[in-house]
């Protein structure tokens, strides 16, 4: 089952922020706002993805392994989840 707020970002957006990073004629600024912003959005999709294998469950779905508020929680702190928010929030705020 795929999760319908998950997207993908293009290979060929990447490379454009990739060569404009490495051309020298690009305003400098824009570089920054451009990688900022492919740094937001990998963020965001990465959230989406352990959305996916951390999924919370208080025993009432039977067809996922039960995972309590505290299992999830750890598993959250884990794998960077608060410093992503954090980041994340950051980032959008400047």
């Given amino acids: 089952m795929t999760n319908p707020k998950l997207e993908t970002i293009p290979f ?3 490379a454009k922020v990739v060569k404009n990073c490495t051309d020298i004629k690009v305003d400098k600024w824009k570089q ?3 990688t900022k912003q492919l740094l ?3 963020i965001d999709i ?4 352990i959305e996916l294998v951390n999924v919370y469950n208080n ?3 039977k067809n996922i392994p039960l995972n309590t508020s505290g299992d999830h929680s750890l598993k959250n702190e884990h794998l960077g989840t608060i410093e992503m928010h954090n980041l994340n929030d950051r980032l959008k705020n400047e």
């Fill in 46 to 49: 990465h959230f989406d993805s």
């Fill in 40 to 42: 937001i959005k990998a």
């Fill in 59 to 61: 025993g009432s779905n």
């Fill in 12 to 14: 060929d957006t990447i």
């Fill in 32 to 34: 920054y706002h451009n």
